[in-house]
């Protein structure tokens, strides 16, 4: 199994799309080319960023951003793992607004993390995608697109075309002039052709249900949780 760098290469990902999808291309022309995601450079820690995801489910940003502050403040650390929730108990949790169910979440990848259950940075670079999902989806309140959304911003992976996330289905549906969303075997089925480079097909999806492509200033929705 190689090694898996974080990030790849944009221009690469460019030349392909606009050489194999003269729709796509089209639509990548008017937004131009999207630059390499922030996340790919940023220190990243797995189980950290799995915490936060699980807080920030359901919630506005900035609602989710008090609770997390406020987690924070009461383990007495920035760093979210199972040391650190474990000088807490699940009332003082549910004070800083943790519901029960993500309280439940939180445990549990606490005590998977404690019994080595949970990939690092490291192991991860040696692991291909399938591998990190089916790694990461048993712990409670982490699904699929969360694990996606991870492999995509923080990792890096080219080639992850997250079928069931409706913004990449509405951007499929405005690129082929669909009266409806294509469901998410459709949409597999339609990214086969931009594979090895799924994940910049699947950016530039989001900014045109976004609305980018036809207007330059739309703002870009937060498709991650960093």
């Not at 987690?71 to 949790?93: C, P």
């Amino acid at each position: 199994m190689p090694r898996h760098a974080r990030g790849f290469d944009v221009q690469a990902a460019w030349d392909h799309l606009v050489r194999r999808d003269r729709r796509l291309g089209a639509w990548m022309h008017r937004i131009g080319p999207l630059p390499p995601e922030a996340g790919w450079r940023r220190r990243f820690d797995p189980v950290d960023a799995l915490a936060r995801a699980i807080l920030y489910q359901q919630l506005s940003g900035k609602a989710a951003a008090t609770i997390v502050g406020r987690v924070e403040a009461a383990i007495g650390s920035k760093r979210l793992h199972h040391d650190t929730l474990g000088r807490v108990d699940d009332a003082t949790l549910r004070a800083c607004g943790v519901s029960g169910n993500k309280t439940l979440a939180l445990r549990d990848l606490a005590a998977r993390e404690a019994r080595g259950e949970i990939p690092d940075l490291r192991h991860m670079a040696w692991m291909d995608e399938d591998q990190i999902v089916q790694a990461l989806v048993p712990v409670r309140g982490i699904g699929r697109w969360t694990v996606e959304m991870m492999l995509m911003f923080r990792l890096g992976r080219p080639d992850v075309l997250p079928v069931d996330d409706l913004g990449v289905r509405k951007g499929a549906q405005i690129v082929d002039g669909l009266e409806l969303p294509p469901t998410p075997r459709q949409l597999a089925e339609r990214g086969q052709a931009w594979g090895p480079y799924r994940t910049y097909a699947s950016l530039y999806l989001w900014r045109i249900a976004d609305g980018a492509g036809t207007d330059p200033a739309a703002p870009r929705t937060n498709r991650s949780q960093d």
